[in-house]
């Protein structure tokens, strides 16, 4: 059974991410130390990028992932018991370019000062390629809002880039190898001379392939992820900023930065079409709130950078066809539907065994929704977060649909099956199936199908294939909403006094129980959980329905 979880693991590897992590074992890259080049003289304004919430609160005390700690006598920059992500943000210098920023300059420069005296080169977390990456952008970023970098400050950020320069992720792909391009097409633009054009152009070169290749032509990010989508879209609109802040050696590169600007074009649509009539992201595959800048600040930015703003989709049916995803907008309800693959075959580490799963809407107020994501570490609550049971879906005798394992790790993984939607006097219809539990016996295919109309929102899920299995739906609610039995009915309250009733159209029990929400990293709320179960002959149906009482 190992074997084979690591066999249909590793089969959808490229060869790069084989020998390309070999490599990155076995090989430490020289160490320069001589001058940093000269910087180059901008031409253009430097736009205010987006904003995220800050995260220093003091000279040497710091916020992530809703934990606060103090990096002095506590184990400095590297503290082995404190978790990797919230080590990694650490060395990200975020709060730079953060909300209200200007108001913390001067810890801003001491822990700059700190970081360079702490951090020798090549050791510890702060060296590794990606929060290499976010702290090189950053570091100029803030320089180009007005803040100079000291002389040893310029020298320091010369020798990270050379460092990274020969560290790229080659081995892991995806988000951290554009993290890498985009920090040297800033370093090699921000700085002048010869070395500094071989940093822009390696940069270039990796983003003319991976700009195409990770954004899909509905302008989603290929990971399937909203949160790593939004960052990605942040990536691109930092570029076209730069382009602009540079506009006569751009111009050598006029054809790519047009395309950064079409690209982040459509995904600004995207996002718009994904995110929740409350304006935030839904939780699809590793999703939270607070990593990425909020949609509307996003938006903001994009703006004044002279790009077009989104219009909400409106009442129809929105379908991001090469992404897998549809919105089914009618009336108070708004429902984001998941037909989509787990992630590119050689890269599903963020993905979650969500397929079929939905987020529902009414009237503004969040009702069903996933698990959210509230750490990457492995074990108990990360496997849980990402199977297929914390999400309103269904399981086919207690399996995940896709088998999802450690932390960033998927085997066999489930393959959406004709997604299709239609409009008909005024019912809004969506469907799709998937075969992740086909490994199983009987080979059981699921199907779901959706049907909206202005007053009730209906789910049919019908599991196809043969043999008796025991199947189970969650319809997880949010927190803000409170559960009264009523028979074998339940009324959901929501805040401000509407009410929904939910019941079973063909007779399945509902009961209550009780499961987790992590809307942020480091933060988990309890919330009701809708639950039936049936021990049946496949084939078979059930559906469901959720209306005003």
Known sequence: MILGRYFHTLRHLRPVQFYGRLWHRIYTPRLEFRPAPPIRAAGGPWQSPARRRPSVVGASRLRFLNVTRDIVGSGGWDNGSWPRLWCYNLHYFDDLNAEGGSERVDWHRGLIERWIAENPPALGTGWEPYPLSLRIVNWIKWALSGNALSEAACTSLATQVRFLRRRLEVHLLGNHLFANAKALVFAGTFFDGEEARSWRNKGLQILEREVPEQVLADGGHFERSPMYHSLIYEDLLDLVNFSQTFPKLFEKYL???????????????????????DGEIPFFNDSAFGVAPAPEELFRYAYSLGLEVPKAPGESIRALGESGYLRVSLGPWSVIFDGARVGPDYLPGHAHADTLSFELSFGGQRVVGNSGTSLYEEGGVRSWERSTAAHSTVTVDDEDSSEVWASFRVARRARPLGLTHEESAGIL????????????????????????????????????????????????????????????????????????????????????????????FGRVLPRAVIVWRVDAELPRRARFELSRP
């Open 429 to 520: 219809r969506a469907a799709c199936a998937h075969d992740g539990y086909r490994r199983l016996a009987g080979s059981p295919i699921h199907h779901r199908a959706l049907e909206l109309t202005p007053g009730a929102f209906q789910w049919e899920d019908e599991l196809l294939g043969h043999g008796r299995h025991f199947v189970s739906g969650r319809i997880p609610l949010h927190p803000d909403i409170g559960v009264e039995r009523r028979g074998e009915e339940w009324l959901l309250r929501l805040p401000g006094g509407e009410s929904l009733l939910l019941r079973s159209l063909t007779g399945e029990a509902l009961n209550l129980e009780q499961g987790t929400f992590a809307p942020e």
């Open 255 to 277: 054809s790519q930065a047009d395309r950064w600007r079409e690209t982040a074009a459509r995904m600004g649509k995207w996002l718009e079409v994904m995110r929740h009539p």
